[in-house]
């Protein structure tokens, strides 16, 4: 019996290490080594084409299907928002007190308090921004519309075979492809980290950072279009973007070298900073050093008037927002004085869905999702670089800069803070329409008086 399994043994064992063969060596000549030279066979683009295709055929598929069945298929909100002209507390409450005169306080200015507590949470334009983008067309993703894939049996069998090409071909390829990019990226920054400080090692360095991470663009099938490249940003500067992901670093680092800022980490992740921060001078603090304002401020300076170092990538909202707005910058990278390089990051919805909501996945979750997704497409506008001008705070320079990033991107520019995903309104913003509404009150008085 041993003498006839044996060769059946032999023979699965041959198949197995003809298929790793065959599986590496695509994966070495169509996407490694073009990731290596930063060159594309345009399979990626293609293959974009054809699935917007697959998505139009599909769409008219599920609108024959719901009339046949006579259902009625929901179309979301659009994702641009149709704002009011801004009217002042002040004039809303005297056109609210047209009919009568103007007296210190009117039991009808009760009405308008809570007219606007009902409007904010029926349209809160803040908590909306934390949860996914909703799409006008189904993308044969589940997770998108889980009822859809009902509507007719082509449909189903359409949505079938999609799981089986993204779980069983896609997920597999760029799975391997995550571990070369990573695996790569720490093995040779140690080695670089070996050379002593020079244009040799500055130069290895950059390579293997954009080798590494075009290695990684490719495991989430990343379409990238970059736009006005003139204005990439420059040693001495500063990069701002708006943060939609995880990834958004990974997306921009592919295209040009940055220095990173970030919390230092254990685990793998402080496994791949110690060996980044051997070839490059990233900056990473401590835990307990983040709080320290100045420290942070000082190391950040210290880094951006040295123009032999990468240009400082940092994403001033401080959590990631949903791809349809930008939120609040922090002040306080537009506290140092140097020139400030923005970058717009707008993400295609229809591929894949490239937003965290860190409240309710985890790092592995979320990787999972965008590996699982069709793709990741996105378009990437560097703008002209931009400095305080005479006379201009932190605070008035930082909301100039975020202005400029949402016109580009076709986001909507929100003046809330971004911290309210997980926190409470602060009383700030409480007291401030505390002393709009005095104002009102002292206001008709003293109009009182002096008639």
């Not at 680092?253 to 990173?260: K, L, N, T």
């Not at 490239?354 to 793709?375: D, I, R, T």
């Not at 009102?440 to 109009?447: A, I, T, Y």
Request: glycine share 8%; hydrophobic share 45%.
């Amino acid at each position: 019996m041993e003498s006839y399994l044996f060769p059946f043994d032999s023979l699965i064992c041959m198949l197995l290490g003809i298929s790793f063969t065959v599986w590496f060596t695509l994966l070495l000549v169509f996407i490694i080594v073009p990731a290596i030279f930063g060159v594309s066979f345009g399979i990626r683009r293609l293959y974009m084409k054809s699935l917007i295709k697959l998505f139009e055929w599909a769409t008219l598929r599920m609108e024959r299907g719901a009339k046949e069945k006579n259902q009625h298929l929901y179309k979301p909100y659009s994702n641009g928002i149709i704002a009011k002209e801004p009217v002042s507390l002040e004039q809303e409450i005297q056109e609210m007190r047209r009919g009568g005169a103007e007296p210190e306080f009117d039991m009808s200015d009760i009405f308008y308090f809570c007219r606007r507590g009902v409007e904010s949470i029926v349209d809160d334009e803040v908590t909306k921004r934390f949860t996914a983008e909703e799409l006008e067309s189904w993308n044969l993703l589940t997770r998108s519309n889980y009822n859809f894939h009902h509507i007719s049996t082509r449909l189903t069998a359409l949505w079938g075979v999609g799981v089986l090409i993204r779980y069983g071909f896609l997920l597999p390829l760029r799975v391997t492809l995550a571990f070369t990019g990573v695996g790569l990226l720490v093995v040779l920054t140690s080695i670089v980290g070996l050379f002593p400080n020079g244009r040799m090692k500055n130069y290895l360095s950059d390579k293997v950072h954009l080798m590494c991470y075009r290695i990684c663009v490719r495991a989430l099938t990343a379409i990238i279009t970059y736009h006005d490249s003139e204005n990439k940003p420059k040693n001495g500067g500063i990069c701002v973007a708006n943060h939609t992901s995880p990834i958004d670093v990974i997306i921009l680092a592919s295209d040009g070298c940055y220095a990173m800022v970030g919390q230092v980490h254990g685990g793998l992740m402080g496994v791949i900073q110690r060996a980044m921060v051997k070839a490059c001078p990233h900056i990473w603090f401590e835990r307990s050093e983040v709080k320290d304002r100045h420290l942070v401020a000082k190391r950040l300076s210290d880094h951006v008037a040295d123009e032999s170092k990468l240009p400082i990538l940092i994403f001033p909202e401080g959590t990631c927002i949903n791809n349809t707005s930008v939120m609040m910058f922090k002040k306080g990278s537009f506290e140092i004085s140097c020139t400030v390089y923005p970058v717009a990051i707008k993400y295609d919805p229809r591929f894949g869905d490239a937003f965290w909501n860190s409240s309710k996945f985890g790092m592995v979750n979320y990787l999972l999702h965008m590996m699982s997704s069709w793709a990741i497409v996105c378009s990437v506008w560097y703008l002209p670089p931009m400095s305080r001008m005479e006379g201009e705070d932190a605070v008035q320079f930082a909301n100039r800069v975020k202005a400029a990033i949402a016109r580009k991107g076709g986001l909507a520019d929100l003046l809330w803070d971004g911290g309210l995903k997980r926190g409470k309104v602060k009383e700030v913003f409480k007291e401030e329409q505390q002393k709009l509404y005095s104002k009102v009150l002292v206001g008709s008085s003293e109009d009182r008086s002096r008639s």
